[in-house]
């Protein structure tokens, strides 16, 4: 079993940063990639960005491409999403995602991102 918990959301101003955390635990030997996904209410829920251990390039939706950035530390398997330049439409619950070697993913329970104007 693996479990991730989120944590970095808030209130923050448009053009403002803010960056999340995902911190994994238990069987992190079975992880191969942690990604971020979101959902803005009344959507469906979204891919956002994904680093994998492997050291291919990270993956960006393009909608956040040149303003957030992947990123984890191996020691600590925390993973990270510095975002930057906000827009209202960032907006949402943000969730990490453990990818896991047998093909299932772990949920961590979200975080909100709220972007004001």
């Known amino acids: 079993q693996v479990q991730v918990v989120e944590s970095g959301g808030g209130l923050v101003q448009v053009g403002g940063s803010l960056r999340l955390s995902c911190a994994a635990s238990?069987?992190?030997?079975?992880?191969?990639?942690m990604g971020w996904f979101r959902q803005a209410p009344g959507k469906e829920r979204e891919f956002v960005a994904l680093i994998r251990w492997s050291g291919v390039s990270p993956s960006y939706a393009d909608s956040v491409k040149g303003r957030f950035t992947i990123s984890r530390t191996n020691a600590e398997n925390t993973m990270y999403l510095q975002m930057t330049s906000l827009k209202p439409e960032d907006t949402a619950v943000y969730y990490c995602?453990?990818?896991?070697?047998?093909?299932?993913?772990?949920w961590g329970q979200g975080t909100q991102v709220t972007v004001s104007s």
């Open positions: 995602a453990a990818y896991l070697e047998n093909g299932s993913k772990s």
């Open positions: 238990g069987r992190t030997g079975s992880v191969n990639a």
